[in-house]
């Protein structure tokens, strides 16, 4: 008898323990692995897509491989606006506050359509002079195909804009399984237009920009369908009535502007290093395009892991819980360095067939194969907290700091050192690495101390 009062008061004592914290490991479990998935899925659809779209010619993967490049900036620049949106819903729904996460949500919508669109009409408007400045002269028919390519795809800048923003709604109020089925599907159809156009109609990069463009109409009108259901506390209804709230669109830029500047100088800098890389020669080139994808397989889920932080940290400063947004910040930090480290494993033991599958030349593929080496060391022991805190630290609107830290170093290290090893002291591509080495270890030290400070949680965002 008395054994049993034990074991109920220990069970007792444990459920009420696990009650004191906002996020039960289930709860965080139903938030996270979705978008890992999603995150995951993306990565490796992207990767088929690509290789389907190869196979219509090399002045085709080239237009794409070009267009793709503006495309990116202008992708992530609506991420980090619809990530302003989050992060202020979050903060809402902490506060039991559902009304005003609601407003801001329409807000959301607002502003990042409102961007997407003026941003279609100027690039329809100065499509060709756009193009011709970005990509100076190239062959005509890699112009002609980029011209093509990106018509569509600017077309489907609002449809993108909009999933982007309803998807970051959904997992503000830890929904994260609709965001990744609605991208499961969405993925499927571009792969399956993909091969329709391309290879039954011969449509060429037009057919691959066509089942783009209606992946993306997919998603957006699913997305917004689901945002009308009363399941959920965010429900937004009538959105041609939706009018600008010029307080609430404030916040939500001051909040957005600088992630969307920080993604983007990312983008800049990746670019420029890879203009610097194709001074090398072919060999080298390949080597670092594959080497590229591989370590981008390696931390994608990790990357998940972030953005499902952003919620979490969120909704604990909305309640008024620092302590709740420090412990998750811990946790999850520990989680993400267990997950990346069996991530570069399982990507270092694959890494020699998918040389081998990818038909690289055994020189291209060696040099992938020695930086996968040393990435494979050096990336669990600094990566995660060069990148991990700064999710949860924009959770608590500390963007300005993550901005400003990310481009001093991006440009300093990843770039700057980048090309000085290469163009001065004759180095290969391993140069980019110790480049990205170098910017990974002094983020995370930057991140760590202002971590270990707490002054990220001394912003109010509502």
Request: aromatic letters at 10%.
């Amino acid at each position: 008898m008395r054994q049993e009062l034990f074991i109920h008061l220990r069970k007792k004592r444990k459920h009420m323990k696990q009650q004191q914290h906002l996020f039960t490991n289930k709860m965080l479990r139903a938030l996270l692995v979705p978008i890992i998935m999603e995150q995951l899925l993306n990565a490796l659809m992207g990767t088929v897509d690509t290789m389907m779209v190869s196979n219509v010619g090399s002045a085709a993967i080239s237009a794409v491989s070009l267009v793709d490049s503006i495309n990116v900036l202008i992708i992530q620049a609506f991420s980090a606006l619809a990530a302003g949106g989050t992060i202020i819903c979050t903060q809402y729904l902490g506060q039991k506050n559902h009304e005003m996460a609601n407003k801001s949500a329409r807000q959301a919508l607002f502003i990042i359509t409102a961007i997407s669109v003026f941003i279609v009409v100027l690039g329809l408007a100065f499509r060709a002079p756009l193009l011709s400045f970005i990509f100076g002269k190239v062959d005509a028919d890699v112009m002609e195909n980029s011209m093509v390519y990106f018509f569509y795809t600017v077309l489907s800048y609002p449809f993108i804009a909009l999933y982007d923003a309803g998807a970051s709604i959904f997992r503000a109020q830890e929904n994260t399984r609709g965001p990744m089925v609605i991208s499961i599907i969405s993925n499927v159809m571009n792969i399956v237009g993909n091969g329709i156009l391309i290879w039954v109609f011969h449509m060429g990069v037009a057919g691959a920009a066509i089942s783009t463009l209606v992946s993306r109409i997919f998603c957006a009108v699913v997305v917004l369908y689901q945002l009308r259901k009363n399941r959920q506390p965010i429900v937004v209804r009538d959105y041609l009535k939706i009018r600008p709230d010029g307080k609430m669109i404030g916040r939500i830029l001051a909040l957005g502007i600088p992630s969307g500047i920080e993604n983007s100088m990312f983008q800049l800098g990746k670019l420029a290093i890879q203009s610097t890389v194709s001074t090398l020669g072919t060999t080298a080139i390949a080597a670092q395009a594959m080497t590229n994808m591989l370590e981008m397989l390696n931390g994608t889920a990790v990357i998940g892991v972030g953005i499902g932080l952003m919620t979490v940290v969120g909704q604990s400063l909305g309640a008024g819980r620092k302590d709740e947004a420090v412990y998750y910040m811990k946790k999850l930090m520990i989680f993400s360095e267990v997950f990346l480290i069996a991530c570069c494993a399982v990507v270092y033991v694959l890494a020699r067939p998918i040389t081998m599958i990818g038909g690289m030349e055994a020189k291209s593929a060696e040099m992938c194969l020695d930086m996968m080496f040393w990435i494979t060391i050096v990336k669990p022991i600094v990566w995660m907290f060069a990148f991990i805190p700064a999710y949860g630290m924009r959770a608590a609107g500390d963007v300005k700091f993550s901005m400003i830290t990310s481009c001093i170093t991006m440009w300093t290290f990843r770039f700057c050192l980048c090309v000085y090893l290469i163009r001065v002291c004759g180095m290969g591509p391993m140069a980019v690495w110790i480049g990205m080495f170098t910017d990974w270890t002094v983020r995370a030290i930057v991140f760590g101390l202002r971590f270990k400070s707490g002054k990220w949680m001394e912003h109010k965002v509502v």
